[in-house]
């Protein structure tokens, strides 16, 4: 047979492998429940305040909740320690922009964007290292066994809030927003303001870079391929386990960036916050479907739209409108809207 016709034969069964498509189902409600909220609030302008209130929230809280589901999705941990990294962010940011008081106060919104990127740079790299002490000494030896997870990253999580309290004290700090950042954008009679559409640009940037290393490079793929099989790709040559503490160091240093646009979104910090945004985290992970980075953000969304639109509407329920979403998410979807197929 030549080589014409072995390939011709090829192309058949090559081409009878079904493509998986893409299922724009559960994305589609976001826009879903803020065209339902829309008749409930009655005012266009009031609605659209709401609406961008709650996607900067849930893209602050998809920067949080991307970090745990990182580590999750890709090395199967349960790191409910994860919170302290969020806790320590915002700390850091605290005392970086304390140094900077000339370009928080500054009139000047490039200044004050430097001065946040600043603070987030070194969050980033505090929280960063941190997770690698914390991978090194408490992760590794219980790795696999989800229950001694639990409890250890549990106890490193009240371990690290007692020594943030040592560093910066038990009492809330104030996290101001810079001067250039205060107020808000006018569009007709809504009321925009200025941060919220910072934590949206800052959202949608760790989504495409995420989406992007995961799936278009070399490294993604690496990663992927070791969670799959790990024994095949150390035998190609590769360091699994390195890659695996980058992971989590990416999600500690996500989780460290997190906690930067929290304490600016609250304009305080607490040690206990970490602990607090545990919560929200866990019910966004779990409606988005455990370990899926896309699923996170449309439950990150949906948390965020859910809170706002809710506070506004019934603020005596606003605390149980997320477990609620959550309940009925699963109802639907009981893996989640994206569920991850080793799952």
Not at 46 to 75: D, E, H, K, P, R
Not at 128 to 149: D, I, M, S, T
Not at 217 to 246: H, N, P
Not at 279 to 284: A, D, E, N, P, Q
Request: a positive charge.
């Amino acid at each position: 047979m030549s080589v014409t016709s072995s390939v011709a034969a090829t192309e058949p069964a090559a081409s009878a492998i079904p493509k998986a498509s893409f299922d724009g189902l559960p994305l589609a409600l976001v826009p879903l429940l803020a065209l339902v909220a829309v008749p409930l609030i009655g005012s266009t302008s009031t609605w659209l305040t709401l609406t961008v209130a709650g996607l900067a929230m849930g893209m602050i809280i998809f920067i949080i909740a991307s970090g745990l589901t990182l580590v999750f999705g890709l090395m199967d941990v349960l790191n409910f320690g994860h919170g302290v990294f969020i806790a320590l962010g915002a700390f850091v940011a605290t005392s970086v922009l304390g140094t900077m008081v000339d370009w928080t106060t500054s009139p000047q919104l490039a200044r004050n964007l430097l001065a946040i990127f600043a603070a987030m740079v070194v969050a980033m790299t505090v929280a960063g290292a941190v997770g690698w002490a914390f991978e090194r000494v408490l992760v590794r030896p219980v790795y696999g066994q989800h229950l001694k997870q639990i409890l250890i990253t549990m106890g490193g999580m009240i371990i690290g809030e007692e020594l943030i309290k040592v560093v910066w004290g038990p009492a809330q700090m104030p996290l101001p927003l810079p001067e250039g950042l205060r107020g808000s954008l006018l569009f007709g009679d809504a009321a925009v303001e200025k941060f919220r559409l910072v934590a949206v640009v800052v959202g949608a940037g760790v989504l495409l870079a995420m989406l992007f290393t995961l799936n278009r490079t070399k490294l993604g793929l690496l990663i992927r391929a070791g969670v799959q099989d790990r024994e095949m790709v150390e035998s190609l040559g590769y360091r699994i386990r390195t890659l695996f503490i980058g992971v989590f160091v990416a999600g500690s240093a996500l989780a460290g960036l997190g906690g930067v646009l929290w304490g600016l979104y609250q304009q305080g910090v607490t040690p206990q916050m970490g602990a607090q945004v545990n919560v929200l985290i866990f019910i966004v992970i779990i409606i988005g479907g455990l370990g899926s980075t896309l699923g996170c953000f449309v439950g990150a969304l949906l948390v965020g739209l859910m809170a706002n639109y809710t506070g506004f509407l019934e603020p005596k329920v606003a605390m149980f409108s997320n477990i609620g979403l959550m309940v009925a998410v699963l109802l639907w979807r009981p893996q989640g809207l994206y569920p991850v197929a080793n799952r």
